[in-house]
């Protein structure tokens, strides 16, 4: 049976911006999201420019003098958590591990 593999995190990424621009979506990069209010068919988020940071995992400063910004939708998507990818072996595989055959016990 073939192992289920999943798209990387750059196949991800460019199947989102090839639908935004299909669809002619805004796209807006270094902006934290702050809140959403409203309900069906009329919903306002909150947003901030943030400035972008070279580390990893990190959130990028807020944009001096960046004002707040509202989008306006009557749809909203909510996506939580983040692209992982399984931690590699710690430790090469044995002889045993590469044979596939039933450890011991």
Wanted: no cysteine; glycine share 12%.
């Amino acid at each position: 049976m073939p192992l289920r593999s999943h798209p990387s995190i750059e196949d991800m990424t460019d199947h989102y911006v090839r639908f935004a621009h299909a669809e002619g979506l805004p796209v807006l990069t270094h902006t934290e999201f702050k809140s959403l209010e409203g309900g069906p068919g009329d919903f306002t988020l909150g947003l901030r420019r943030t400035l972008p940071t070279l580390e990893p995992g990190q959130a990028g400063a807020v944009a001096e003098g960046a004002a707040p910004l509202q989008l306006r939708a009557r749809r909203v998507v909510l996506a939580t958590g983040r692209y992982v990818r399984s931690p590699p072996p710690t430790h090469p595989p044995t002889p045993l591990e590469l044979s596939g055959a039933p450890g011991p016990g």
